[in-house]
């Protein structure tokens, strides 16, 4: 009998959490939260909360107006924000200070094993966290199930959503029944196409394992070791290779996915939800939708860590997202999706026609699950990345 690794056994359990992680698990949860608990003293515990600073590695598009603002209007607790918009920007900045200069950062919850494998978080005080209860319950399970170690929690969720297909609805049309990630790849959209260079290659994977072509579990057996991985991605690089052509731009940022929708002539693309979304809010002809393999989906969460000089803000902080209020604000302005209780039912009309166009049918229950990354996976990914990138 082969032994699992902690990273695989963390990986298993992952799965089994996150096939409750869907919006109608969010709605079964609303459905007895007529009030919200905690909205009395919101999220200042202790008077010392109610001054100083706090310094937050974000996320540069999950803390929309007026989060923060409103933060410090009630607490008088200045925010120094530092945007980033990949992880691994997140986890350079980290190392390079062993998080001095930072009291919270915004891991994504497929990245424990390598935050930990950093050393550079601190447990929290779940004594401190007022608010927790508020949180839905699959959410907070799917922190708990991967992001505790050494008998703390390290992780707690801020916003979710998902990677998939984003279009100009002016200048194409598409069909959940036949929508695809190899769709990106049509003859029409030649030079058309944008996407991140390591989330083509898993698309592309996927496209090929639901068509027979390379069976992978769904991509999943791309985790289990470095050699299987390769085997999986030195198949999948020739194809990507092959359609580089159909390459309009590659996108690093919530920004430059817009831009590139709006100014730089891209039809299609596997991007984010939210800044799409954010643009469809605005009226601008552009649309999201769910292939048929799943959206990637993704929990994007807080972290405290080890150097953190603010703990008192820190906590207040982290109670005062924890509310329904908040957690709706956060998800109107980004076009992502709640985390807390009740929030769900503060959405504008918009954000959730919206959300049930991005997911029809049985989109929902073809999510797909980042599992845990072990740290040889995220360096190998690079790797292939790169040649894609550079080629």
């Known amino acids: 009998m082969t032994r699992k690794t902690k990273a695989q056994a963390s990986t298993g359990a992952t799965l089994r959490s996150a096939r409750t992680f869907t919006r109608r698990t969010m709605l079964k949860s609303t459905v007895a939260a007529g009030a919200i608990a905690a909205i009395g003293p919101w999220f200042v515990r202790d008077a010392r909360s109610s001054s100083g600073e706090l310094n937050l590695l974000n996320w540069s598009d999950e803390l929309p107006d007026p989060v923060i603002p409103n933060f410090t209007a009630a607490t008088g607790i200045k925010v120094n924000s530092t945007p980033f918009s990949q992880n691994e920007e997140q986890i350079n900045k980290l190392q390079a200070t062993e998080g001095a200069g930072f009291d919270l950062c915004q891991p994504t919850r497929d990245r424990a094993p390598q935050f930990q494998d950093i050393g550079v978080l601190a447990p929290f005080d779940e004594g401190k966290l007022a608010n927790i209860g508020n949180l839905i319950g699959s959410m907070l399970e799917g922190s708990r199930s991967v992001w505790t170690w050494d008998g703390g929690l390290y992780h707690l969720p801020h916003c979710w959503g998902t990677e998939a297909i984003s279009w100009r609805t002016d200048l194409t049309t598409l069909d959940y029944k036949t929508l695809s990630y190899g769709t990106l790849w049509n003859e029409e959209y030649q030079a058309k196409v944008q996407g991140r260079?390591?989330?083509?290659?898993?698309?592309?994977?996927?496209?090929?394992?639901?068509?027979?072509?390379?069976?992978?579990?769904?991509?999943?057996?791309?985790?289990?070791?470095?050699?299987?991985?390769?085997?999986?991605?030195?198949?999948?690089?020739?194809?990507?290779?092959?359609?580089?052509?159909?390459?309009?731009?590659?996108?690093?940022?919530?920004?430059n996915t817009k831009s590139g929708l709006l100014e730089n002539g891209v039809v299609i693309g596997q991007t984010w939800d939210g800044p799409v979304l954010s643009l469809k809010k605005e009226g601008k002809p552009v649309s999201y939708m769910a292939p048929q393999e799943g959206a990637i989906t993704w929990l994007d969460g807080w972290a405290m860590t080890s150097a953190a000089a603010n703990v008192d803000q820190a906590y207040a902080w982290l109670n005062y997202l924890m509310t329904s209020e908040v957690s709706a604000q956060v998800a109107e302005g980004s076009g992502y999706n709640p985390v807390v209780t009740g929030a769900d039912g503060l959405l504008s009309e918009g954000a959730k026609k919206s959300f049930q166009e991005a997911y029809p049918e049985d989109a929902l229950d073809r999510l797909w699950h980042r599992p845990p990354e072990p740290s040889w996976f995220g360096e190998l990914r690079t790797q292939y990345a790169e040649k894609f990138k550079a080629a």
């Open 197 to 255: 260079p390591h989330s083509l290659l898993l698309g592309i994977g996927l496209w090929l394992d639901a068509s027979g072509k390379m069976p992978t579990n769904r991509m999943l057996d791309a985790f289990k070791d470095p050699d299987t991985m390769k085997g999986i991605y030195d198949q999948i690089l020739p194809i990507a290779l092959e359609k580089k052509p159909w390459i309009k731009q590659f996108w690093d940022s919530a920004d």
